[in-house]
């Protein structure tokens, strides 16, 4: 029998993390036993906290973990479950919770599985460094600035990286154990259990469901008007020679900053805000694909699609068709 600890955080965690996988977990055992005519789960599941009370949501709600940090000796699985808000206020409160992860994980072989940012506290506990991980998309900038060391992997929904796991952004989480589930039962229960929740299967890349924004919680003040700049005038054709000497800046050394502040090149920049833009006409005109590539400032129908596919991992027609209500409600009728 495989032992699950489900982590419930102090502070702001996320319900549905908590319940997803209670509820995951406990109907494979209940698949397990009716298609083995045995009485025995797979899994010995505990909720596990620092404490056994833990109020959510400014208290309209509360989950009692059946077990402490302490009363839980050794562990096969951990699953961290999502947090929000203050990450840095969530990783002081849960301190007793990260040194408990370190030591099942170096001391007991234990398997670790993050839930979207969730992957801060696995982050904190330096098990990360030198591993991939995904988390929500939202959350990448301030992730990869808290933590460089770690492989963070933005379009990823499933990271796997010798025994520890960490899924994409929000319900992703609910794709991750699927593939736990996988791991440890086999691909019919995994499927079983893909039908039952109605979870799509092998889903594996969240980069159509991101929503570029900019990142502009730096202090360098030329890239920012830079980054202004190319917002205000993503039509037009762009190079990098001309921002650097707008600002009058070398070449080499706009770069460098703009990677610095950013965490993308200008050229990626540039490409992600036309991506992004041209995404918001997708889904709310029935402009034809090439006026779509025209407005936003391309004219080779090819390097639109792959740029296009780069960042959202579906061609214009597909997105358009997923995330365009008049294509969607066409399909329907």
Same mark, same amino acid.
């Given at each position: ?5 489900? %982590? ?6 996320? =319900?549905?993390? &908590?319940?997803?996988? @209670?509820?995951? *977990? /406990? #109907? ?40 402490? %940090? ?6 096969? =699985?951990?699953? &961290?479950?999502?947090? @929000?808000?203050? *990450? /840095? #206020? ?244």
């Amino acid at each position: 029998m495989k032992h699950i600890s489900i %982590l419930v955080p102090k502070g702001e965690a996320v =319900l549905s993390s &908590i319940v997803g996988a @209670f509820k995951v *977990f /406990n #109907k494979v055992n209940d698949y397990w036993k009716a298609s083995r005519s045995s009485e025995e789960n797979f899994f010995e599941i505990d909720l596990v906290g620092i404490d056994k009370k833990n109020e959510l949501y400014g208290g309209l709600f509360q989950v009692n973990p059946n077990k402490t %940090l302490e009363q839980v000796k050794r562990t096969d =699985l951990i699953v &961290i479950t999502t947090i @929000f808000g203050d *990450f /840095n #206020k969530a990783i002081a409160l849960n301190a007793p919770i990260i040194e408990w992860i370190k030591i099942q994980r170096t001391q007991h072989q234990a398997e670790v599985a993050s839930l979207c940012t969730g992957a801060f506290l696995l982050a904190e506990t330096g098990l990360l460094n030198g591993k991939a991980c995904a988390t929500h998309w939202i959350a990448h900038q301030e992730f990869q600035q808290k933590y460089p060391q770690v492989n963070l992997l933005p379009e990823k929904i499933i990271s796997e990286d010798n025994g520890i796991y960490s899924s994409g952004g929000a319900y992703s989480f609910l794709n991750l154990l699927l593939h736990l589930v996988e791991k440890y039962c086999g691909k019919e229960t995994a499927i079983w259990a893909a039908k039952l929740f109605e979870i799509e299967f092998n889903r594996n890349d969240q980069s159509q469901f991101s929503i570029f924004k900019g990142q502009k919680e730096h202090s360098d003040a030329p890239v920012k008007e830079a980054q202004l700049y190319i917002e205000s005038h993503f039509e037009d054709k762009i190079s990098v020679e001309q921002l650097a000497n707008k600002y009058a800046i070398s070449r080499r050394n706009f770069v460098r900053r703009f990677k610095k502040a950013t965490s993308n090149t200008p050229l990626e920049y540039v490409q992600r805000v036309k991506v992004e833009a041209a995404k918001h006409r997708l889904e709310s005109t029935s402009q034809y694909i090439s006026e779509v590539m025209h407005s936003v400032g391309y004219n080779d129908d090819k390097a639109f699609r792959n740029i296009f596919k780069k960042f959202t991992g579906l061609s214009p027609i597909e997105y358009r068709s997923k995330y365009n209500r008049e294509a969607v409600m066409a399909t329907i009728g």
